[in-house]
Structure formats: structure tokens, C-alpha cells
């Protein structure tokens, strides 16, 4: 089973608001359903041991109604082929209702393969609904963002690193601003090793006492952990400093724009000819209060002077 903070972000989230898979699927359910997650264990009564990543279920009036196996996949693994038919059988012998198996997969190659048909029993055909890239919205209403937060991470998780991404940052920290601090620490430790992590954590700070901040949660510790030494180890830190600073270029000029304060063509100059990622993302903590477009940048030009 897979180990990196990729794979368990997603998993975090459905865990935290279980209807957020109903909502991905576009599911209109009762009033009276309940959306809960399930054992996830598919054992058979032979002595074989399977376990899907998630099992999540509708419920009304006490009985399950439809039930999901989730998987989180990030790379393309031909043994799914063979497990996949093996966990929904298992679940729907377990729940005795329809059942589906959802694949979530943030990379479109990955999720152009998990949609392959897989020839099963008597020449029938099993094919997972899959849940990729083109799935999973861009969330850049800050109405929706505040209400679904965790759809919002979700798509900063999936969506955050693509061109255009500046309005789906910024959604996420306006959702995660008001939210209880504890809540919002928890999201934000699911984006750490990359820019957009960075950056979320920058422009929080200017409404939350996120400026000594420390990952909360023992998987992402972890994972942090092990993503910066696999980082020294292959000698990527400039690559990552250089998508630090495009990220918080994006960012910058983003928060100005959400916020009527430009940019101007000058500011878009200065911006575009800063290199140095911390006074960027100083840039994008400002910018998240400032009032007039020049307020950004007051600090810099009083140090010159």
C-alpha cells in the first residue's frame, strides 16, 4: 500500500467529511441519508487479506443503501486488475446492496489507465468509476471554498501545481482564514512539501498565529520528514526554490487581483523581476490586508531608503 502524504491526504479528507465522495460523484442524496465511513477490511474466508483504502456508505433508516470502495492511486499498478473485482465482491457480499468502486487519481495518466475495462468472469467486463483530474473541480468561489473547505483542499491537493492555479490557492486560504485553528492546521498540514503549501501558510498568517508553525499530525511529520531528505538526496532544492518563487509570483499577483488592488503594469514588473522567494511570499502576506496596491511593497522602499 502506498505511504506518502499524496496518497493519505485525500483519505484524511474523505475520513473528516465522508460526503465529500457523494459530492464528487454528483450524488443528490435524501435528506435522511447518512454518509459514514465503513470497516475496510475485505478478507475472504480464505487466508487471504485485503484492504481497500476507504469504504464508504449511505445509509437511511438504519439499512445501507449503497456502499463505495475507494482507492487512492497515484502510479499505474496491473495488479489492481485482479484485487479490484476481488474488494467490490467482497463488500457487496458483506453489505448486499448495490455497490461501485471509485478510483481517485490526481494524474491524468494514471486515471486515463484505472479507466480500462478489466476483463473479469465469463468474458464480462469490470470497469471502476474513476475520479481524475478532470473530476475533481477547480474550486475558485470563495463562497463554496468557506462551505466545503475540505473540497477546497482537495482541489488545491489536486490542482494547486497546474498553470492557472492562483484562483484555487486563493480560495483555499480564504476557507481555511475561518476556520478554527485547529481544523485549519490539520488541513493545512495536507500540502507541505510543495509551493502551494508555502504559500497557504504565508498568507495565513496575516489572520492566524501560523508564523512558528509545526505539522500536527503524525503522518505528516513523517512525511515532511522524509520528503526533505529525499530532496537533499537528489539535489532538487533548486528546482524547488525556483517553483517556490513562480508560485508566489502567481500567488501575489492573484490576492491583488481578488482584491481590486491591481496589479498595475508596474507591480507586474516588479513582481516578475523578484527572485528572492521569502520577500515574495512577505509580499503575499501583506498583500492579504493591505489597502492600497503600493501598501505591498511600503516595507521595501522604506528599507532603500
Not at 467490490?88 to 491524468?108: E, F, I, K, N, Y
Not at 512539501?193 to 496575516?206: P, Q, Y
Amino acid at each position: 500500500m502506498a505511504t506518502s502524504l499524496e496518497h493519505e491526504g485525500p483519505l484524511f479528507l474523505l475520513g473528516e467529511r465522508p460526503e465529500l465522495l457523494t459530492t464528487l460523484l454528483g450524488m443528490d442524496l435524501p435528506a435522511d441519508a447518512r454518509v459514514a465511513l465503513a470497516n475496510a477490511e475485505l478478507t475472504q474466508a480464505v487466508p487471504l487479506e485485503r484492504r481497500a483504502d476507504a469504504v464508504v456508505t449511505i445509509e437511511q433508516h438504519g439499512t445501507v443503501t449503497h456502499a463505495f470502495v475507494v482507492e487512492v492511486h497515484l502510479a499505474i499498478d496491473p495488479e489492481k486488475a485482479f484485487s479490484w473485482p476481488l474488494y467490490l465482491a467482497s463488500l457487496h457480499a458483506r453489505v448486499r446492496c448495490p455497490t461501485s468502486l471509485v478510483v481517485l487519481a490526481p494524474d491524468a495518466a494514471v486515471a486515463a489507465w484505472a479507466r480500462r475495462a478489466i476483463a473479469t468472469f465469463g468474458g464480462g467486463q469490470f470497469r471502476p468509476v474513476v475520479l481524475g483530474p478532470d473530476e475533481v473541480p477547480r474550486i475558485t468561489s470563495l463562497d463554496l471554498a468557506v462551505r466545503m473547505p475540505e473540497l477546497a483542499v482537495l482541489s488545491a491537493l489536486v490542482h494547486g501545481d497546474a498553470p492557472g492555479a492562483e484562483t484555487v490557492i486563493t480560495a483555499l486560504v480564504h476557507a481555511l482564514a475561518r476556520l478554527d485553528d485547529p481544523i485549519a492546521e490539520s488541513y493545512l498540514d495536507l500540502v507541505p512539501s510543495s509551493s502551494v503549501g508555502n504559500l497557504v501558510r504565508a498568507a495565513l498568517e496575516a489572520s492566524m498565529p501560523l508564523t512558528n508553525y509545526e505539522y500536527k499530525s503524525d503522518f505528516a511529520k513523517k512525511y515532511v520528514a522524509q520528503g526533505r531528505t529525499e530532496g537533499r538526496e537528489e539535489g532538487r532544492e533548486e528546482g524547488r526554490t525556483e517553483g517556490r518563487v513562480d508560485a508566489a509570483r502567481r500567488l501575489l499577483l492573484a490576492i491583488l487581483e481578488e482584491r481590486n488592488l491591481g496589479p498595475s503594469d508596474g507591480t507586474r514588473a516588479r513582481v516578475e523581476a523578484t527572485s528572492t522567494p521569502e520577500l515574495l511570499e512577505r509580499w503575499v502576506r501583506t498583500a492579504a490586508t493591505a489597502t492600497h496596491e503600493e501598501d505591498v511593497f511600503e516595507d521595501a522602499t522604506s528599507s532603500r531608503e
